[in-house]
């Protein structure tokens, strides 16, 4: 059944953290994967879903800055993956299948943000590869686990980055077209959007559901690191000191506020038989209106999601390149 992209009325909201919308959820017994487990959002989420007794599994291109990251999360294990590298995935995919452990909750919250243009071996672009085609291949190269997990939820990371492209599939790698560096992260978080309605669309038969997460403006993890610190004051994420501005009605959030939608995603039972849906602020988005499309670009308070980011046909079409990108 097809979940409609309209708000439940979560009883959480902007200022809900992580540790809140988990309370009381017993993970005992289930297994999670994290991407970018690591760092900010990410590292966020593996701790907390940790704490509530899962096994967590964190995949890394740096293995020991992972443990260091990871050291008072007792018991996470780490394992190498880098999502430029199809190898080190295939590699990172085949132990756990070869575990026999199932995959209960896959939160994929690596990634990269307006990276000067870079291809991979490939001669993709940086962005997509990373944010999209390697969660992708990760996530296919899983699915025998995940269908095992009888009951696993996928999470992706998008981003209110999506209002700054859609996927351009006839230029998917900026080959005909000058590069810049948030349309191409609008167009990486887009199609991480449309990944999650695929994958619930393909994989609610096996008992998979799928959810796409923006997490609010999070300035104090790693993924500013390629913007100038001056433009994110100009835009009133940091104040004159340089300090994170705090304020979730407007999605400025502390990082344990921003690992709520995806933990809540991860493992709400207020999501048990929904799926193939864009959340934000603990709650599933509206869609954007032509009446309020405006107000949403124009600030953050307004929440809500693309059509074009949760278009079914969209979804199908960018499964089936990225089938054939990672062939
Ligand atoms: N922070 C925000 O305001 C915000 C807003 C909207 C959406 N998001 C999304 O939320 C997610 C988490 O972001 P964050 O703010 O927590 O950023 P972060 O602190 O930079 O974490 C990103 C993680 O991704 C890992 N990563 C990057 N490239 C990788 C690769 N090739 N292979 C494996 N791992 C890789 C990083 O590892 P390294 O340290 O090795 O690079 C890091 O652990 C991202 O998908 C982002 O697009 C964030």
């Given at each position: 059944?097809?979940?409609?992209?309209?708000?439940?009325?979560?009883?959480?909201?902007?200022?809900?953290?992580?540790?809140?919308?988990?309370?009381?959820?017993?993970?005992?017994?289930?297994?999670?994967?994290?991407?970018?487990?690591?760092?900010?959002?990410?590292?966020?989420?593996?701790?907390?879903?940790?704490?509530?007794?899962?096994?967590?599994?964190?995949?890394?291109?740096?293995?020991?800055?992972?443990?260091?990251?990871?050291?008072?999360v007792p018991g996470a294990e780490v394992?190498?993956?880098?999502?430029?590298?199809?190898?080190?995935?295939?590699?990172?995919?085949?132990?756990?299948?070869?575990?026999?452990?199932?995959?209960?909750?896959?939160?994929?919250?690596?990634?990269?943000?307006?990276?000067?243009?870079?291809?991979?071996?490939?001669?993709?672009?940086?962005?997509?590869?990373?944010?999209?085609?390697?969660?992708?291949?990760?996530?296919?190269?899983?699915?025998?686990?995940?269908?095992?997990?009888?009951?696993?939820?996928?999470?992706?990371?998008?981003?209110?980055?999506?209002?700054?492209a859609g996927v351009d599939f006839d230029?998917?790698?900026?080959?005909?077209?000058?590069?810049?560096?948030?349309?191409?992260?609008?167009?990486?978080?887009?199609?991480?959007?449309?990944?999650?309605?695929?994958?619930?669309?393909?994989?609610?038969?096996?008992?998979?559901?799928?959810?796409?997460?923006?997490?609010?403006?999070?300035?104090?993890?790693?993924?500013?690191?390629?913007?100038?610190?001056?433009?994110?004051?100009?835009?009133?994420?940091?104040?004159?000191?340089?300090?994170?501005?705090?304020?979730?009605?407007?999605?400025?959030?502390?990082?344990?506020?921003?690992?709520?939608?995806?933990?809540?995603?991860?493992?709400?039972?207020?999501?048990?038989?929904?799926?193939?849906?864009?959340?934000?602020?603990?709650?599933?988005?509206?869609?954007?209106?032509?009446?309020?499309?405006?107000?949403?670009?124009?600030?953050?308070?307004?929440?809500?999601?693309?059509?074009?980011?949760?278009?079914?046909?969209?979804?199908?079409?960018?499964?089936?390149?990225?089938?054939?990108?990672?062939?």
């Open positions: 059944m097809t979940t409609t992209q309209h708000p439940l009325g979560s009883g959480f909201g902007a200022t809900s953290t992580a540790e809140e919308v988990i309370k009381g959820i017993d993970l005992t017994g289930k297994v999670a994967i994290v991407t970018g487990g690591y760092s900010g959002i990410g590292l966020e989420t593996a701790r907390v879903l940790r704490a509530a007794g899962a096994e967590v599994v964190v995949p890394a291109r740096d293995v020991e800055r992972a443990r260091t990251a990871l050291k008072d394992g190498h993956l880098d999502l430029l590298d199809p190898a080190s995935i295939d590699a990172f995919a085949e132990k756990i299948l070869a575990s026999g452990r199932p995959l209960h909750l896959l939160v994929n919250s690596a990634g990269i943000m307006a990276t000067p243009l870079a291809r991979d071996a490939r001669g993709y672009e940086g962005q997509f590869a990373t944010n999209h085609l390697g969660h992708f291949q990760l996530t296919t190269r899983l699915w025998p686990a995940l269908v095992a997990a009888g009951g696993a939820r996928v999470v992706a990371l998008s981003s209110r980055g999506i209002r700054f230029d998917l790698h900026f080959e005909h077209r000058t590069y810049e560096p948030f349309v191409a992260y609008g167009q990486s978080k887009t199609a991480n959007a449309l990944f999650a309605v695929e994958v619930d669309r393909r994989g609610q038969a096996q008992g998979i559901r799928a959810f796409a997460v923006h997490p609010g403006l999070i300035v104090d993890t790693g993924l500013v690191k390629h913007l100038d610190p001056a433009a994110l004051q100009a835009a009133g994420a940091l104040d004159s000191e340089g300090r994170p501005v705090r304020d979730p009605e407007r999605q400025m959030k502390t990082v344990q506020q921003g690992a709520a939608t995806s933990v809540w995603c991860a493992t709400s039972p207020q999501l048990d038989g929904l799926g193939g849906v864009y959340c934000e602020n603990v709650d599933i988005s509206p869609l954007v209106t032509p009446e309020n499309e405006a107000a949403w670009a124009g600030g953050d308070s307004v929440p809500g999601v693309l059509s074009r980011a949760v278009d079914p046909e969209a979804a199908a079409r960018l499964w089936e390149v990225s089938e054939r990108l990672t062939a």
